[in-house]
């Protein structure tokens, strides 16, 4: 039984209408315009997730890469990539004087500075959990917030939403990637009943993810309507009134970093919708004085050749990120099997493009 709230477009469709916001390989196109993404984590203990999520959105497409990281993992992260733009600007407990009294916003202006640059945010991958980083990081996200500016929320970047979930209630353009585990941390904090694996897998399987998109809808609705990549088996998205389940098959080793390559696609994806929703190319399509909202409104945007509204883009945005991870992963598997890691994946990224979306028409790919 699926679930009344979910688009019935089939992946080719989708990948269709994903590849209308690609923005076109261009000769007019100057440094910057087709993605300025910065992945804002990276600390004493990770500095593998930062690296992973920044070259996922590097290798996707994005013209600059940025990280901001902890003092110490600094010099780790550059090491690893000199295409990176590595800022260590996040504090500590280990880089300030008296934790108890920091001046949080202070702390964070450096970063906040650099937010009118930017098209998207990446905010979470390794971060860590010291008080002062996630205090800062906090700013960090009423200052994006405030200025309009998308952001993905991972790892322990979703601990501050579940620690202060008034931080992004109600604000739409930002993505939340949760594991299982993080899922029923937010779904706890927010008052939200998930079924058990056990009651979940008594289901048949149409039943079954009935029951998973039930509880991501409820998630996306607690906190306003902000958009969920429920991670599993599938990936279950939803932004509250409209869901798409994201099914590409995946490989079978479960090593850590994958959900890394899956933020870094979200944010050039994220990057590549504003510029979509700019106009900075004609994408060839009509019109359209229409603002979508509800599922049916997303779904006939869907199947016609209409411009799309924001709420449609960034369910695509979502659900593209989600089968591009999937499909690197089933694509490293394939090559390493059990060994497979997940700088595997980082390799993957453009082959997997390729073959689930394809440069868009117009794009010159040769000179
Ligand atoms: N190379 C790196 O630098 C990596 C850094 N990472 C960072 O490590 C930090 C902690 O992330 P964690 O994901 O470990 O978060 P947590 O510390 O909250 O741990 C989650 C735990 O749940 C378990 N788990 C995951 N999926 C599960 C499932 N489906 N069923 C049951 N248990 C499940 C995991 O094995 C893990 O022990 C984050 O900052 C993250 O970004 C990880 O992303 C892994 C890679
Ligand atoms: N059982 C599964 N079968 C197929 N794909 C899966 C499965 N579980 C997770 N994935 C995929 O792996 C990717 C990472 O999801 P995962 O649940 O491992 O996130 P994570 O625990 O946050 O990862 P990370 O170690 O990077 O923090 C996602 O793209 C998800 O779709
Ligand atoms: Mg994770």
């Known amino acids: 039984m699926e679930s009344v709230h979910h688009v019935t477009a089939s992946s080719k469709v989708l ?39 920044a070259m996922a959105s590097a290798k996707l497409g994005c013209d600059m890469s940025h990280v901001v990281c902890e003092r110490s993992a600094a010099p780790v992260v550059k090491s690893y990539s000199p295409n990176l733009m590595v800022h260590p600007l ?6 300030v004087k008296d934790t108890q009294s920091i001046d949080a916003p202070a702390l964070a202006g450096p970063i906040i500075d650099m937010l009118s640059r930017l098209h998207a945010l990446v905010i979470g991958p390794g971060l860590g959990r010291d008080g002062v980083t996630l205090k800062v990081v906090a700013e960090v996200i009423k200052a994006a917030r405030s200025q309009s500016i998308p952001f993905v929320l991972d790892a322990d970047g979703l601990l501050i939403v579940t620690e202060n979930p008034g931080l992004i209630k109600g604000y739409k353009e930002c993505i939340l990637t949760p594991n299982v585990v993080e899922f029923g941390r937010l779904a706890k904090a927010l008052g939200i009943k998930v079924a058990s694996q056990a009651e979940i897998s008594q289901e048949g399987n149409g039943d079954q993810i009935s029951k998973e998109s039930e509880a991501c809808e409820q998630l996306s609705k607690a906190l306003g309507g902000v958009t969920v990549v429920q991670k599993g088996p599938h990936d279950v998205i939803s932004n509250g009134v409209t869901s798409i389940i994201s099914d590409t098959k995946g490989g079978l080793k479960r090593s850590g970093g994958q959900g890394d390559t899956l933020t870094g696609s979200l944010g050039t994806f994220l990057a590549w919708r504003a510029a979509y929703h700019d106009k900075l190319w004609d994408s060839g399509e009509q019109d359209n004085a229409n603002d979508a909202q509800t599922r049916d409104e997303v779904q006939a945007e869907l199947e016609s050749n209409k411009r799309m509204s924001p709420t449609t883009t960034l369910l695509l945005a979502a659900w593209a ?12 598997f394939e090559a390493k099997g059990r060994s497979m890691q997940a700088s595997d994946l980082t390799d993957e990224v453009h082959g997997a493009f390729l073959r689930l979306i394809g440069e868009p028409e117009g794009s010159q790919t040769h000179l």
């Open 15 to 53: 990948f269709t209408k994903v590849r209308k916001i690609v923005p076109p390989m261009l000769e007019k196109f100057h440094k910057g315009q087709l993605g300025r993404v910065a992945v804002i984590g990276g600390c004493v203990d990770y500095t593998g997730a930062p690296y992973f999520s």
């Open 90 to 95: 996040l504090p500590s407990s280990d880089t």
């Open 321 to 332: 990120g989600s089968s591009i991870t999937r499909e690197c992963s089933r694509k490293a």
